[in-house]
């Protein structure tokens, strides 16, 4: 079922500023991933976090985990317009299936 | 890379029509998912199959079946199809024993039901 929330639902930014979003989840995890999709497109995995993580790192891409608080967060540093998409999360609780969150909109304007 | 194929990316049925929605991947994978994807709704899962000729129902399987019959292969049924089904249609794929669970996206059917 449909647990994880994105928050905010949209953001607009600036080329080159930070963009935060945020994630909730109901359940214990093995580890949460965040997606980006472009319009119109399919999903593409972007980073993992182990659920024994409290930080990770991948280029201008830093994700947190707060198990206490069943939730992430995924920071882009210096945006870019190519960096407009949607970004999910997905909680991976050990069986074959992950829960998508609803997403959040950027929208990064040159 | 891993390479998940959907066979249209966009489709326009008639209201009682029998659709079927191809999915295709080269990496070997036990799992495969269909999802659809409605604005704000996110992915919701419609079934999965760990294996072939094996399903499982996801949060919305009504209206819709799926077959498995090679394991590179997963289809996506709408017997009779209905407005309301028109959506984004994704489909996934991942490996069953590999911790991390890491799902591969196809680039969607758009389906429009007239």
């Known amino acids: 079922s449909q647990q994880g929330e994105e928050d905010p639902q949209a953001l607009s930014i600036q080329e080159g500023e930070n963009a935060t979003m945020n994630c909730s989840y109901k359940?214990?995890?093995?580890?949460l991933q965040w997606y980006r999709q472009n319009s119109g497109r399919g999903l593409v995995h972007l980073i993992l976090i182990r659920s024994n993580e409290r930080e990770k790192h991948s280029g201008r891409l830093r994700v947190t985990l707060d198990t206490s608080k069943k939730s992430s967060s995924l920071l882009i540093t210096a945006s870019r317009a190519a960096d407009t998409a949607s970004y999910f999360c997905?909680?991976?609780?050990?069986?074959?299936?992950?829960?998508f969150g609803k997403g959040t909109m950027l929208l990064v304007s040159p | 890379d891993v390479k998940v194929t959907q066979s249209s990316r966009y489709l326009v049925k008639r209201t009682g029509e029998k659709v079927f929605l191809e999915c295709v991947q080269d990496m070997d994978h036990e799992n495969m998912f269909w999802y659809r994807q409605d604005p704000g709704l996110g992915l919701r899962l419609i079934y999965f199959?760990?294996?072939?000729?094996?399903?499982e129902k996801g949060d919305i399987p009504e209206g819709y079946s799926v077959s498995r019959e090679k394991k590179e292969r997963f289809s996506l049924i709408l017997e009779s199809a209905s407005t309301n089904q028109t959506s984004m249609y994704l489909c996934?794929?991942?490996?069953?024993?590999?911790?991390?669970?890491?799902?591969?996206f196809g680039a969607g059917t758009r389906l429009s039901v007239l």
């Open positions: 997905a909680s991976n609780s050990g069986y074959s299936t992950l829960t």
């Open positions: 359940t214990s995890i093995n580890n």
């Open positions: 996934a794929s991942s490996h069953l024993r590999q911790a991390k669970n890491i799902q591969y």
């Open positions: 199959s760990y294996d072939v000729k094996m399903k």
